[in-house]
Structures are given as C-alpha cells and as structure tokens.
C-alpha cells in the first residue's frame, strides 16, 4: 500500500512538473520531473519513467542544458522501445495521450501547450454533435 503511495506521489509530481514547464521557472520543473524520476525508476514503470525523462528533458532545454536535455531523450527513447513488464501496469492514460503529451513537451513551436489548448477550448463547437452510430429504419 506505501509503494502504491509514493508511485501516486510520483505520479502528482510529474504532472506537477508538466505544467511548471509552462508557468513556472525550468528549474523547478527540473526538480519536480527528478523527484518524479527516482520513485517511477525504483517502482520499475518504465513507460512512465519515459515520460518523467521527457518532462526532464524539457526542463534542461528550457535552461540551455542541451547536452544533458539529449541525454535525457536518449533515455526515454529506449525506455519506451523497451519490451512492457508483464502484466502492464495499468495507467491513467491512453499510449495515444502519452505520446501526445510527449510531442507537445518536445515541439519547437514557440506556442505553449497552455496556448494550444485555449485556442482549442476557444474554437466554435458545432451546435449538434455528430451521431455515433447510424441506424437504418425501413
């Protein structure tokens, strides 16, 4: 039960991480991803240690660390090349989602996530949405 506390700790602090790596100095974001990194490392969740290190990475390219940010890439992209421990863990987040998150940290466009998400929540939704399924009568 502590493990399983501490791994949703890690967890809190890597999300807490992501979005410092918007609002927030790169530094503390830095420390926030390598708190995160040590507990998912000894837990053995490699696919979200992949994320912590992306996350880090992040953090030391927004310092100018590139050589320590590539390093960290380097990680992350074998973590997650890597065969999954067997049975999975189960996550919160769709491979998808992660990937997503992953590309977003990692974009060179000068717009943050938070800026791509408002321009998405801002943009007009149709007034019906469409069906899921078509039924066929007759």
Do not use: Y
């Not at 100018?64 to 890597?82: M, Q, T």
């Not at 996530?113 to 801002?122: A, D, G, N, P």
């Amino acid at each position: 039960r502590e493990a399983g506390n501490e791994t949703a700790l890690a967890q809190s602090r890597l999300a807490l991480a992501q979005m410092a790596l918007d609002d927030r100095p790169p530094a503390e974001a830095e420390t926030l991803a390598l708190a995160a990194l040590e507990k998912l490392s000894s837990a053995g969740l490699a696919d979200q240690e992949a994320v912590a290190r992306a996350v880090l990475a992040g953090a030391l390219r927004a310092q100018g660390k590139l050589g320590e940010a590539r390093a960290e890439i380097d990680r992350a992209a074998a973590l997650a090349a890597s065969p999954p421990a067997w049975p999975p863990p189960i996550t919160m987040t769709s491979k998808e989602s992660a990937w997503e998150s992953m590309r977003g940290l990692l974009s060179r466009s000068c717009w943050t996530r938070k800026q791509k998400f408002e321009e998405s929540v801002s943009r007009e939704t149709p007034a019906r949405p469409a069906p899921m399924f078509h039924v066929k009568h007759g």
